[in-house]
């Protein structure tokens, strides 16, 4: 097996949230902020040991995004859905013992606590609806068809958090990204959903 390269961000995605009839679906681990060989390392664990599927991250979206925008879409769209965030060492030991292990130990508290927050309140919730309220305080946000990252994933992400979304700046209360709007309607940079690592700490 080759060997792992050092540096910052490599961690692991577990989504285990299954469509709408089609319980037999497996639960997937998404390869977040990993070297290609790393990335290899874990593909290969992962179908050795089976019962998840894995996926590894695109370099970009089809927008160009400025350097660390990707991962932190990526980083707070999984705290937002509930998502396990593990450090690689979940699939290296499970790989030593010959099955997986729990996955708690190895959960990134430090770096993201509101993940576990999340993911407990979404446990705890009798539906796959909202279960964030960090927009809801917000009347309607309208989102620039220019945004880096596009739209679509913004919307997604305000949606989940709580935020209404609206049609035209007219209607809304904050716009996100560039646009004409009214002048007594503010607007606030695309990093501004996103937060820094501190904010995404903060996001419940």
């Known amino acids: 097996m080759s060997k792992l390269k050092k540096g910052r961000g490599r961690m692991l995605e577990v989504r285990t949230k299954v469509a709408p009839g089609n319980k037999t ?5 998404v390869l977040t902020s990993m070297h290609r060989s790393d990335q290899d390392v874990m593909v290969s664990v992962v179908r050795n040991l089976g019962g998840y599927k894995s996926h590894r991250h695109r370099r970009s ?18 705290i937002a859905n509930g998502c396990w965030l593990l450090s690689k060492e979940w699939v290296l030991n499970s790989l030593e013992s010959g099955y997986w292990l729990p996955e708690e130990p190895f959960e990134v508290h430090s770096a993201f606590p509101a ?13 796959d609806g909202c279960h964030l309220k960090l927009f809801s305080e917000f009347e309607g946000f309208f989102v620039s068809e220019s945004s880096s990252p596009p739209k679509e994933k913004l919307v997604d992400l305000l949606q989940l958090c709580g935020g209404a979304i609206c049609n035209s700046p007219q209607q809304a209360d904050l716009c996100i990204g560039e646009c004409a709007r ?14 820094n690592e501190a904010g995404r700490n903060d996001i419940l």
């Open 182 to 195: 009214p002048a007594d309607v503010h607007a606030v940079q695309e990093r501004w959903v996103l937060g």
């Open 25 to 29: 679906r497996k639960p997937t681990i």
């Open 115 to 127: 993940a576990k927050i999340s993911r407990e309140l979404k446990s705890q919730s009798e539906t």
């Open 61 to 78: 979206y089809d927008h160009s995004s400025s350097p660390g925008t990707r991962e932190d879409l990526e980083c707070t769209m999984a």
